[in-house]
């Protein structure tokens, strides 16, 4: 089966200016999480879905972060505006309705200036 | 507060055994232990995960104390592709807590 697809893999931008990452899960997979992973750090999760709901966004910074997961298939997590500290790879993770085993894709990494 | 604890990094030699541990005192009897690695440059891969009982794939084993407030991951013969940190992971409800991680170097 395809894996978790995150686009871009890489991105560079400037303090303040905005930015979008994008996930498609694996087909069928209900619940799916974007993570925020520091360097040297462990993930930290962001915000989980179920479908199209989300179930988790306590650790959200409301604002500057957002996320929708439209028609509970693809979703885009935006930084708006970006700084310093946002640079981090933003892991998307996927998992099966009632399924143990989370996905993951490969990551997308920002780095602010 | 829950939480997992792994050692920062551990060293091995290739072609032997790796015990890695990790507490997870406060785990509730329901939740499950997982445990993902994850390889430079990659996202984090499923490894194994279990309950109660001491677990075996084609990967590792695990195996969690009778009081299920620590496990440890074995990977059987360790190989430089191992090389990568591995996350101890308590799945409470769907909602995973992660630890820090532990860097297994292996030594050819």
């Known amino acids: 089966e395809a894996g978790v697809a995150q686009s871009p893999r890489y991105k560079i931008i400037e303090k303040r200016q905005s930015v979008a990452f994008w996930c498609n899960p694996i087909?069928?997979?209900?619940?799916l999480y974007w993570y925020q992973q520091i360097l040297g750090q462990g993930p930290k999760l962001l915000i989980q879905f179920q479908n199209n709901g989300v179930v988790d966004d306590s650790q959200l910074p409301k604002d500057r972060f957002s996320a929708e997961r439209l028609k509970g298939v693809d979703s885009t997590l935006k930084i708006q505006p970006a700084k310093l500290e946002d640079s981090a790879v933003y892991l998307c993770?996927?998992?099966?309705?009632?399924?143990?085993?989370?996905?993951f894709g490969a990551g997308s990494r920002l780095t602010v200036l | 507060d829950a939480k997992t604890t792994q050692p920062n990094s551990m060293e091995s030699n290739e072609e032997e055994p790796v015990h890695l541990p990790c507490n997870h005192s406060?785990?509730?009897?329901?939740?499950?232990i997982h445990w993902y690695r994850q390889l430079p440059s990659q996202g984090p891969e499923y490894v194994i995960h279990?309950?109660?009982?001491?677990v075996n794939n084609r990967m590792a084993s695990l195996a969690i104390a009778e009081d299920r407030k620590s496990s440890t991951l074995i990977l059987h013969r360790a190989t430089l592709r191992d090389a990568a940190v591995y996350y101890c992971?308590?799945?409470?409800?769907?909602?995973?807590?992660w630890g820090a991680g532990t860097k297994l170097i292996i030594k050819p």
């Open positions: 406060t785990i509730s009897g329901t939740d499950y």
């Open positions: 993770a996927t998992r099966l309705a009632g399924a143990n085993v989370l996905t």
């Open positions: 992971i308590w799945d409470s409800n769907y909602q995973l807590i």
């Open positions: 279990g309950l109660t009982s001491n």
């Open positions: 087909s069928g997979h209900a619940t």
